[in-house]
């Protein structure tokens, strides 16, 4: 049967699908944390097919990497942790530092799927999850699902963050985000106004600055920290983002919490004098931006690296919201939703560095197969 308060447009939906698949564990997500959970459900006896199942929006394996700049390499991207039980290093040739990170994450994910037999259901968008009896109900693009428990990997590529300012419609030239990013070229002979304080800010700012004429916009001025962002600085971050989810509050953005590395490209930035930072503009005008001092900016472009949110708009129906419109986070790595116990979010908050989705897979495998009693 359908839920009850289906309208007859959903209604007509179902029954051209007329598809249903029946599981005990849906994860959605094929990522870093997707494609962990699913190595630690196997681990723990359960079978793919059978008893879970992964869905994935993305046409082919590498979750969010294969969307990423070109520009973006080995080299200069942030350290790319090994999956469970298979490193990253093995699927690589010798020295291949400098080869696209959008084409070697999503190679190491295609092996990886393939060596533990992980079958994806994909192109497969989950468009709502619905209560329906003992479990939930899970509509998607294709096909229609039901589980007992969710382990959700959604991350947040698909849901990127643009604050509302005033005059943004008024403004004649693009605005744009970190995501719709291919080359530096694409803006040469154009002014580009670059917002945002984060590393894909900073990696963006560089190479525009080298093209064309840049103004770089934060809204408080950037930490940078001296040394190596090691295992206890990296502990702490951690800690800081997952007492914040466990009082029910909105995870922190990262870069709030560990700062940035003071590294030899931003000293090569400051030489070029590329980081004149100025503070954030009160509204934009049909030709740029205005401060609260009455100065102005002309602006081809503006370009906002303001950071993604959780892409969790499908299990709105499922998932208790706090006042301040976070979710209350329990569990042993945070990763289980503590007003639904059967929904287990990994690669939210403290989970969402790729080191962190990891061992909150194993934790989300764990104590879900405890709660729904696999």
Same mark, same amino acid.
Request: without cysteine.
């Given at each position: +049967?359908?839920?009850?308060?289906?309208?007859?447009?959903?209604? /007509?939906?179902? +029954?051209?699908?007329?598809?249903?698949?029946?599981?005990?564990?849906?994860? #959605?997500?094929? *990522?870093?944390?997707?494609?962990?959970?699913?190595?630690?459900?196997?681990?723990?006896?359960?079978?793919?097919?059978?008893?879970?199942?992964?869905?994935?929006?993305?046409?082919?394996?590498?979750?969010?990497?294969?969307?990423?700049?070109? @520009?973006?390499?080995?080299?200069?991207?942030?350290? /790319?942790?090994?999956?469970?039980? +298979?490193?990253?290093?093995?699927?690589?040739?010798?020295?291949?530092?400098?080869?696209?990170?959008? #084409?070697?994450?999503?190679?190491?994910?295609?092996?990886?799927?393939?060596?533990?037999?992980?079958?994806?259901?994909?192109?497969?968008?989950?468009?709502?999850?619905?209560?329906?009896?003992?479990?939930?109900? #899970?509509?998607?693009? !294709?096909?229609?699902? @039901?589980?007992?428990?969710?382990?959700?990997?959604?991350?947040?590529?698909?849901?990127?963050?643009?604050?509302?300012?005033?005059?943004?419609?008024?403004?004649?030239?693009?605005?744009?985000?970190?995501?719709?990013?291919?080359?530096? !070229?694409?803006?040469?002979?154009?002014?580009?106004?670059?917002?945002?304080?984060? /590393?894909?800010?900073?990696?963006?700012?560089?190479? /525009?600055?080298?093209?064309?004429?840049?103004?770089?916009?934060?809204?408080?001025?950037?930490?940078?920290?001296?040394?190596?962002?090691?295992? +206890? &600085?990296?502990?702490?971050?951690? &800690?800081?983002?997952?007492?914040?989810?466990?009082?029910?509050?909105?995870?922190?953005?990262?870069? @709030?919490?560990?700062?940035?590395?003071?590294?030899?490209?931003?000293?090569?930035?400051?030489?070029?004098?590329?980081?004149?930072?100025?503070?954030?503009?009160?509204?934009?005008?049909?030709?740029?931006?205005?401060?609260?001092?009455?100065?102005?900016?002309?602006? !081809?472009? #503006?370009?906002?690296?303001?950071?993604?949110?959780?892409?969790?708009?499908?299990?709105?129906?499922?998932?208790?919201?706090?006042?301040?419109?976070?979710?209350?986070?329990? *569990?042993?790595?945070?990763?289980?939703?503590?007003?639904?116990?059967?929904?287990?979010?990994?690669?939210?908050?403290? @989970?969402?560095?790729?080191? *962190?989705?990891?061992?909150?897979?194993?934790?989300?495998?764990?104590?879900?197969?405890?709660?729904?009693?696999?």
């Amino acid at each position: +049967m359908w839920p009850q308060h289906w309208d007859g447009a959903r209604l /007509i939906t179902f +029954m051209v699908k007329n598809i249903r698949y029946k599981t005990k564990i849906a994860i #959605i997500g094929a *990522g870093q944390a997707g494609l962990s959970s699913a190595y630690h459900l196997k681990k723990l006896g359960l079978e793919i097919g059978r008893d879970f199942i992964i869905l994935d929006e993305a046409p082919a394996p590498g979750g969010a990497w294969q969307f990423r700049w070109s @520009s973006l390499t080995l080299s200069t991207v942030n350290k /790319i942790h090994d999956l469970p039980g +298979m490193s990253f290093e093995e699927t690589l040739l010798p020295d291949e530092t400098e080869v696209q990170a959008n #084409i070697a994450v999503p190679h190491y994910f295609d092996l990886y799927e393939k060596r533990f037999g992980l079958q994806v259901y994909r192109p497969t968008k989950v468009e709502k999850v619905y209560l329906q009896g003992h479990g939930f109900h #899970i509509d998607t693009s !294709d096909a229609l699902f @039901s589980a007992l428990g969710i382990i959700n990997a959604t991350g947040t590529w698909g849901n990127p963050y643009i604050p509302l300012y005033p005059g943004a419609a008024a403004f004649r030239g693009e605005q744009l985000h970190t995501k719709d990013f291919k080359t530096a !070229d694409y803006f040469r002979h154009k002014h580009v106004i670059i917002v945002g304080g984060g /590393i894909s800010a900073l990696q963006l700012l560089d190479q /525009i600055a080298k093209v064309t004429s840049t103004t770089w916009v934060t809204r408080r001025p950037p930490l940078f920290r001296d040394g190596p962002f090691d295992d +206890m &600085a990296g502990h702490n971050a951690v &800690a800081m983002v997952e007492e914040r989810v466990r009082q029910g509050l909105s995870p922190q953005s990262v870069v @709030s919490v560990t700062g940035l590395p003071y590294s030899a490209e931003i000293r090569d930035m400051e030489k070029r004098g590329v980081l004149q930072r100025r503070p954030m503009f009160s509204e934009i005008t049909s030709t740029g931006v205005r401060w609260e001092d009455g100065s102005e900016e002309n602006a !081809d472009v #503006i370009l906002w690296n303001t950071g993604f949110k959780s892409a969790l708009q499908h299990l709105d129906a499922v998932i208790p919201k706090e006042p301040e419109g976070g979710i209350l986070m329990t *569990g042993r790595l945070a990763t289980m939703v503590a007003k639904e116990p059967r929904i287990h979010l990994v690669g939210y908050g403290p @989970s969402a560095s790729t080191i *962190g989705a990891n061992r909150a897979g194993r934790a989300a495998a764990k104590e879900l197969v405890e709660t729904i009693g696999l």
